[in-house]
């Protein structure tokens, strides 16, 4: 077998076993908070669990890059896929006695962190599977094919929910997992996935710290941290309060909320797909800034949308802007960071980005539970408007602010 049939069988293999994760991840986005909204009625405790679970990913986000640089990454893919549908296959079994929510504030946290790990393991493994002038053209497919399973999964994963319930959705996501663990048994690496013997080992701490004094230096990546963090803060909670919307004030079923969420992530195919063409017409300043005031005015406008069509319409132009703003940002850390460092400055902006997500995710739902919908989108969909007004008096307006000075 040549070099390239096999590096391409492999990569089929790891391309599938990637694809079944995000159709998973899709599943457990739907079908968890309906689980907590068909037990309680309430969107604060939908809240507190997206809280929970998203301070689990962000714990877990500080220690991932270190881990994933001293254990085998092969493993660890595939440990992550088999932790993950073991924790998700209790859900299912829990309810079938009936509903156990104190094991959602267990497995969900567990199942995020273990994500996180293997998002990370995921980046940096594709560097020792495909050959060095092909990796753009394979991050090119992997991103495309996750935008695509957004687009399939939340579809049906509704459909799942309507016809057998959230419990079997999470089932289906759980053996999502292990189909995915079967597929990257037969990913075989062309380079090493074991650290270097002898390699310098830093302490964990250390090695945040250079990261997060590199964003510092750099004044637009510094203050891209910056807004970013009040962006997620506002905007982490979105899922849930449209998952309510649809349910409660709209009074729609499960298969709606599906369709919604899948018209949202064909606004994040739109807007990865177009959002090169856009930074190179408009610059990075203003295809930032105004992706990021385009989601003020979707997010303001979402919690008194008054159909399940302007819901998703409305979702989807978020979320296509969002991908807009956030393939900017990605794009531009890796454009201004030295190599030995691009591990730990992702590291560390990461963890400062989402640092304060999940209190965000609960304040907003609790203002949702106690205001409504449509107060709690109104205002932060104002103040994501303030967050791009403050931009501009910053020097992230920059046309290409590769060139910044540090």
């Known amino acids: 077998m040549g070099e390239g049939e096999r590096w391409g069988r ?3 293999a790891f391309w599938v076993a990637q694809t079944l994760s995000v159709v998973g991840d899709s599943f457990a986005l739907i079908a968890l908070p309906l689980l907590v909204l068909h037990a309680t009625g309430s969107v604060a405790r939908m809240g507190l669990l997206t809280a929970v679970a998203g301070a689990a990913s962000v714990l877990a986000g500080v220690f991932a890059g270190v881990v994933v640089d001293r254990l085998d990454r092969r493993k660890l893919l595939i440990a992550s896929d088999l932790v993950r549908m073991v924790l998700y296959a209790l859900i299912p079994l829990a309810w079938a006695v009936g509903p156990q929510l104190w094991l959602l504030y267990v497995v969900l946290p567990l199942a995020e962190a273990v994500g996180m790990l293997f998002a990370v393991t995921y980046v940096t493994a594709v560097r020792s599977l495909v050959p060095a002038e092909r990796i753009t053209e394979v991050n090119g497919r992997l991103n ?19 016809w057998f319930g959230a419990a079997a959705a999470v089932g289906v996501d759980a053996a999502s997992y292990g189909v995915s663990a079967a597929c990257m048994l037969l990913v075989r690496f062309r380079g090493s996935t074991r650290p270097e013997k002898g390699a310098e080992r830093t ?9 997060a004094a590199f964003l510092g230096r750099h004044p637009v990546l510094r203050t891209l941290t910056a807004l970013l963090s009040v962006f997620s803060f506002l ?7 449209i998952v309510y919307h649809v349910k409660h004030d709209l009074g729609q079923g499960d298969g709606a909320v599906g369709t919604v969420f899948a018209v949202g992530a064909l606004g994040t195919v739109a807007g990865a797909l177009s959002v090169a063409m856009i930074r190179r017409a408009l610059g990075f300043g203003v295809a930032w800034i105004g992706g990021v005031a385009v989601c003020g005015v979707a997010l303001a ?6 159909s ?3 819901t998703a319409t409305l979702a989807a132009v978020f979320l296509g ?6 393939t900017c940002s990605m794009s531009l850390r890796q454009e201004v960071t030295p190599e030995h460092l691009l591990g730990r400055v992702t590291s560390a902006h990461w963890t400062l980005h989402y640092s304060a997500a999940p209190v965000g995710a609960a304040v907003l739902t609790w203002a949702a539970q106690h205001y409504g919908t449509a107060w709690a989108c109104l ?17 992230v307006r920059t046309p290409s602010p590769a060139a910044a000075p540090r």
């Open 10 to 12: 492999d990569f089929a």
């Open 144 to 162: 495309a094919t996750a935008a695509a399973a957004g687009v399939v999964g939340p579809l049906c994963a509704g459909f799942v929910v309507a």
């Open 203 to 211: 302490g964990v701490w250390r090695e945040l710290a250079a990261g």
């Open 235 to 241: 905007t982490l909670g979105l899922n849930d309060l």
């Open 301 to 306: 406008a979402v919690g008194s949308a008054g």
């Open 308 to 310: 399940v069509t302007s």
């Open 321 to 326: 802007c969002v991908a807009v703003a956030g």
């Open 379 to 395: 205002i932060a969909g104002i103040c994501c408007l303030l967050v791009a007004a403050l931009a501009l008096l910053t020097p």
